[in-house]
């Protein structure tokens, strides 16, 4: 007879391990609370606009493959890819941006016109970033399952151990004076979901992500590959049940044996929960939990975000598929999040319009668009304070690209703390998860495998390998492997 799994939420890492645990035999059925699967990564349709509400950076093409790969499948037997170019835009101030674009040889070219001799720094440093990559991505990730620090060590990592006792700033702030140059630089540690002054330098394998890998779109936008992998997972025979809120994990002599399902009882011999941590440890008893309210308050989370999705009655101008606006000052804002957390000053924040890369999402002659502003996990969330912030943003959006936008915003909805509260039982609202520090990665975070209930295990953001659709993916095969491996 094969083994029962159930498997509690639809993201990334559930979908993953979902289909590596069908492959490998189990009889897997995925219990999601929303009406659509696929977590953070959702989609929704509204007056003719289609919008991701949640990831829209492709990144790290290399990891979705391999899925694909291990179900003997690609990619395109799925959904087309796009590289785009522009990658993106980052805007300093009025009529002031750098576009970033598709191939290393072209970003030098930018970045020498900025600052005199820094094409031939950003080189060594990217080529650093991709030997980092390399040992961080192809060679290690897939084998960290974070039992023990013994994972970390290797030939590569030793001779590199200074990469983990400096930081991504102080490596960017060596090398490059210009401040554009290096908030660039410093931008894609935000995946990680900490700031670059905590986040070991070896992390720059996040640069060669960006700038050596590229950014890619899918056809239909990230939901695509959800579609994709429920695809994958239906044709090994895994049930996907929606509208299905697991309210209990119910457990016997220290045993998970089943959870409880709309009220209703479903027994099997695993249970797997891609559901945030913290949610999943309160459907067990006080004394079958792991982790205690101190130590969730000690940690640093990656932040939370106010959304605003837009719908325009017209094409816009000066701006791309995907935009960042670093128009005020990138410290103060991470400060306002990490380290004395409010309501952003001046927010940074990023713009997305896929309609101008996927005509489709949007009715002919609009523009479909997202605004993402980062902030401090846990804040105070009111009708108010979301549109304040959305008066700004726009302010900010008319003024910098020299258009009116505010009078053709025909839809709008916004999403934030209280939303990935509600929607995803998020603590304290957080949007990607735990961040990656020096002192929350690998084995130093929450385990893929429960230490007090037998058959239980854990997947996702908020465990390892870390946040990010492509660390999610990593998760879910981590996990699944940990589950096949385990006789409890
Ligand atoms: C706004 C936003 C933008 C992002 N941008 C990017 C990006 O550009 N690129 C990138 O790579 N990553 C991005 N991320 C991060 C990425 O989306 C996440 O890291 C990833 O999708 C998390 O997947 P997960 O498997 O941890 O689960 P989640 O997506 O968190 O899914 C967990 C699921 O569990 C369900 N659930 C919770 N409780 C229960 C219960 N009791 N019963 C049943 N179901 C339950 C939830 O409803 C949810 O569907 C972004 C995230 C957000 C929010």
Redesign the pocket.
Known sequence: MKKTISI?????????AACYLAKAGFDVSV????S???????QFKEKGFTFD????????PDVFEKFFNDFDKKSSDFYNLKKLNPAYHVYFGNDDYIAIPDELEKILDVFEKEEEGSSIELLKFINMAKENYKIAVTDMLYKMPGNSPLELISLDTIKRIGHFFTNIKKQVHKRFKNPKLRSILEFPVL?LGAESSNTPAFYNFMNYADFGLGTWQPNNG?YDVVKAMISIGESLGVKYYNK????QIITKNNSAIGIM?NDKIINSKYIL????YN??EK?LQKSERQYSKEYWSSKTL?PS?L?FYLGFNKKLKNLTHHNLFFDTDFNLHSKEIYKDPKWPSKPLFYANFTSMTNSHTAPEGCENG?I?IPIAPGLEDTEDLREKYFDIVIDRIEKITNQEIRSNIIYKKS?CVND?IN????YKGN???LANTLLQTSFLRPKLKSSKVNNLFF????TVP???????IV??ELVADLINKSNP
């Open positions: 509690i939420g639809s993201g990334f890492s559930s979908l993953s219990f999601e609370k929303n659509e699967f696929g977590g953070r990564a959702r509400m949640g990831p829209s950076w492709y990144w790290m995946f990230f299905s809120n697991v309210s399902v929960s891609g559901a945030d949610h999943t459907l990656a975000s959304l997202f993402l999403f990935f929607e995803y039982n998020s949007a990607y998860g997947t996702g953001q908020l870390g946040p990010g659709v492509p660390p999610s998760s879910g």
